[in-house]
């Protein structure tokens, strides 16, 4: 028994030393069937590891210290800083910064990783890099600074032992072509390794890229490469999975050819989930190279199922839907940190895109972060991929080079679906063909600014010549157009250029310029921050993304669903509202709704927003995709004793689409009279009128206020009524344009000046008021002012005016640097133009003073301009408060006159104080003029009467 039990226990010690010895086999084995990854810089702004540097140039030069990496070598205070544009069209000009960056770094790699393949891999550095690993160089110099490139340094390395990286980067190429493809343009020109920096190291035999043509259908397609080491055993398997981490299918095989390089793997799925901008359905795969049966390399990677499709004279269409782009165009950059960005800061680029309910970015004009690219897939956003070049181009050799890079780092995403070759001009056309060689999709290559591929690009047409341009017989589709510039472009006229995009049949929908303001904080100039006068400061959002008022512009006019109702409900209106589904993929019953019944307070309390009555949300109707229906919000039967109501639409993913606002005719005055009564004196030169504690005085002579003092003390609030009306310099009596008149009136607004002569003026008592009458001779007609008991002041005033005008209104004299705040209910809180009306909501806003200067500072909203739908305002003064509130809510407040950046490049309007008007103007962009840029830009041709009624209220301190 006990030898049968030691021979017993003999043989089952065998086997548990067998599988001791395989355990620990199969665990490292797995480990190096995986790409193993190693960070020798950081991976991004706020993140990032310390090198040691010299630059050869500028701040800091000569002497070796150490550098944050990544990061561009101005914003951590080395070299000199540069804009493209001032040498546009030199490759090698005098008097250009010219810097050369030297690094150095120490580092260890494991000594199991003797028998692999490692690489140096750079993410982006600009722009001529050599590499050298221990003394010896890795391989070629790279030229071009925006493209992922690697070396091979299994050779060069001291494997479990300290290595030594150098890295020589200069700031210009020796290259003519990459100089002006990426240095000569109009944005800053960074130096320094900007984006991270790692190793990888691989098995012997592995895969190298991958290459997805997933099609809406269900086809698949992958083109899978070896990078090392084929033999005729080699096969590859791959498995789908979904986000969930479900298998999706069978798993697909496929062998290596012998003496062939790459596998191609297929298969047709069933029931896939489509990505599009609405719906970014990702699937995940993972590919496994097997020698024989066993597993010796595994990679992953995620696509989308869709298909891209241009049809001739037709469309752009995804998914055998056509599609319009509702777009824009973007750089990578951040105020701190120049290109040099990180996950946090890519996702929210693309989130901010969103919000403005657009689907497609551009990247102009080079390749961004990879992981930009991650949050447009998984977000939803339409991506123009871009080769660098903006007016110069590459050489054939070098462009080649880099369009193998672009592509082959970037082609599994669902979110590319064109290949720009450069812009606008930029484009070496020998390249066109390039893409495809590394793209089994073969995606549309597109010229932005050019015909190409069935697709005209054009940019900045002005309104006329974009109705001209659809007249062709091909797709229109600007890469860019309304070029904005500090508050004009991009909102500015986008609803009349939308109207005829969407609504033409060979639309392509248009991308704006720009999404931020490329604006960089000076380590040389205390953090100034500099947007190169007016060169960087053409965004959407501000450089740190603050959101300008064309943001909501854009965001409204873009919305995907729309209620089709405007803003004054009538007496009979029953709860029902006509919707229009924009979408091309989703159907608004997976879209929810919100009412809310609004009570507003009044200009005494103080208080911004507004009580909510009732609110309740719903489901939305059954309407497919660019069709019409209703929606019936099921009111209670006393709705109108609340003063507004809401509509809110929100996305299937929660996210506010937009909310409109609606009003209907209720009484309600917003500023009351009171006790007491209201004495009449007359004086030597003029009327003063007593009503409790306010004394208001009216000059004899011309009919305006002399004075105002509010329990004994002044409120320099007079000067008026004063007619105001202005137009264009360079404009004609009948509103053409002048062209022989002097260059940049355009941009400067004259005040028509006009006789004015008081032809009488009485005041009496009239019952427990007090009113006084001035008529005029002029388009002043007459001005009826009526002091109420409580100090309640009532303006009735009645003006005409017969010609063309682009602004128009009475004014009011009081001086800007007495105040302080400002509290109104009306649509906001963003100013408008009357190209510009989109975009606000009715609710009550309070705004300190500002005055900023556009493109130099960037508090927003501005305190200053023309605020649409206005029912009350409240100005807090160091004198007091002054009170207004209007019974002609289609009329505009005017709060003194809005500043153009330093430059004037917009516009220069009339002083016009406190005003009431009845026109505003619109304003241009950077590009195209007033009246080029749509019907609602044009100037207003006006006749007879116009007649208001404002109440005033005055509260000294």
Known sequence: MKNSFTNCNFKNLCWMLVALLHLPFVGSYAQEASTEIKYLSGKGYQDTKEWEFMVTGGRKSGEWSTISVPSVWEQEGFGQYQYGIKFYGKPFPDGIADEVGHYKYTFEVPQ??????????????????EVKINGRSAGDK???????????????????????????????????????????????????????VFLEALPPKFIERTAIDAQANGKFLAEVYLGNGYNSNLSVKAQVTDEDGKKVGDEIKAQIEEGGDK???????????????????????????????????????????????IKASDGIYV?????????????????????????????????LIKEMNMNAVRLSHYPSDPEFLDACDELGLYVLHELGGWHGHYDENIGMELIESLVTRDVNHPSVIFWDNGNEGGWNTELDDE??????????????????????????????????????????????????LYDGGHGAGLHDYWEMMRKHPRSGGGFLWVFADEGIVRTDQDGRIDNQGNFGADGIVGPHHEKEGSFFTIKEVWSPVMVMHNDHLSSDFDGTFTVENRYDFTNLNECTFEWELAEFYSPEEGKSGHKTIEKEDFNGPDVAPHEEGEIDLELPSNWKEADA?????????????????????????????????????????????????????????????????ENGKAISFKGGPRFVAARRGDRTLDGTVNPDFEKGMDRIYKEIELERELQEIEAQQEGENVVVKAVYFGPMEEVIWTIQPGGLVQLDYTYQYNGVVELMGVSFDYPEHEVESIRWLGEGPYR?????????????????????????????????????????????????????????????????????GRDALLYTLPKTGIAVFDVIPAVRNKVNATDLVGPSSQPQKVSGSKSGRVYFKFKSK
């Open 435 to 484: 893409f495809a060689k590394w793209d089994p999709q073969n995606r549309p290559v597109l010229h932005p600014q050019q015909l190409l591929n069935g697709v005209e690009t054009m940019h900045y047409r002005s309104y006329g010549e974009t109705q001209e341009y659809f007249r062709g017989d091909y797709i229109f589709m600007p890469t860019e157009f309304l070029h904005g």
């Open 112 to 129: 199991e990783w003797e028998n692999r393949i490692v690489r140096i891999i750079f993410d982006g550095s600009m722009t001529d890099t």
């Open 645 to 709: 109501l809401y509509l809110t639409v929100k996305n299937p993913e929660g996210r506010e689409l937009w909310t409109w606002s609606y009003t209907w005719e209720k009484e309600k005055q917003y500023l009351t009279s009171g006790n007491g009564k209201v004495f009449l004196e007359t004086t030597a030169n003029g009327y003063k009128v007593t009503s409790g504690d306010l004394e208001i005085v009216f000059d004899r002579e011309d009919g305006k206020i002399q004075s105002i003092q």
């Open 263 to 309: 596998a191609v793997l297929e298969a047709d799925f069933d029931d896939v989930q489509l990505w599009t901008a609405e719906t970014p359905n990702l699937y995940n795969i993972e590919f496994s190279l097997y020698d024989g049966g066993e597993l010796v390399h595994k990679i992953k990677d995620r696509f989308g199922f869709r298909t891209i499709e």
């Open 832 to 900: 408008v133009w009357q190209n510009r009306i989109h975009g606000t909501t009715l609710d009550i806003y309070g705004n300190d003073y500002n005055d900023p200067i556009p493109g130099e500072s960037f508090i927003y909203p501005e305190f200053k301009g023309y605020f649409n739908d206005w029912h009350w305002a409240a100005l807090q003064t160091t004198e007091g408060k002054i009170y207004m509130a209007s019974e002609n809510q289609d009329n505009y407040l005017g709060i003194f006159t809005p500043r153009d």
């Open 319 to 351: 998914n055998g839907q056509r599609v319009l782009m509702k777009g824009v165009n973007k750089h990578s950059f951040w105020p701190e940190s120049g290109r040099t960005l990180n996950k946090e800061l890519n996702y929210a680029d693309a989130k």
């Open 142 to 196: 790279h030229q071009g600074a925006f493209y992922r490139f690697k070396y091979d340094i299994t050779d060069l390395l001291k494997y479990g032992k300290e290595n030594l990286l150098e890295v020589t980067v200069s700031k210009e190429s020796s290259n003519a072509s990459v100089n002006l493809a990426e240095r000569r343009a109009d944005y800053w020109n960074f130096g320094g390794i900007f984006r991270p």
